[in-house]
Nanobody
Framework: QVQLMESGGGSVQAGGTLRLSCAAS????????LAWFRQVPGKEREGLAA????????DYADSAKGRFTISQDNNYRTLYLHVNGLTPEDTAVYYC??????????????????WGQGTQVTVSS
């Protein structure tokens, strides 16, 4: 069973940058999708970016292209989300997620079996 834990959230100024981290453990054999989502109270959880462990392919939601970068280190035991040009609209709880996968990594909540508890990001102007 995969265990995930986010860190790096906090209060930041609009226009700044932020790097969120996710520590992952418990991988079994095979490939995985790793992804970042965010959620504002009262709204659906929104997929932002995903990375496939077999080859490192990265995919982004249209709304995330340009300002968001997903990356990994330590053979996918650490997952990062780097955000540039933060705005108050980026205020949300950010989650990392994982799923066993052989092919694609869709940014759909139900695709992902394993979730962290989230880290709060608050952007002020």
């Amino acid at each position: 069973q995969v265990q995930l834990m986010e860190s790096g959230g906090g209060s930041v100024q609009a226009g700044g940058t932020l790097r969120l981290s996710c520590a992952a453990s418990g991988y079994a054999g095979g490939s995985y999708c790793l992804a970042w989502f965010r959620q504002v109270p009262g709204k659906e959880r929104e997929g932002l970016a995903a990375i496939y462990t077999d080859g490192g392919r990265r995919d982004y939601a249209d709304s995330a292209k340009g300002r968001f970068t997903i990356s990994q280190d330590n053979n996918y035991r650490t997952l990062y989300l780097h955000v540039n040009g933060l705005t108050p609209e980026d205020t949300a709880v950010y989650y990392c997620a994982a799923a066993e996968s052989r092919k694609s990594c869709p940014l759909y909540v139900r695709w992902y079996r394993y979730w962290g508890q989230g880290t709060q990001v608050t952007v002020s102007s």
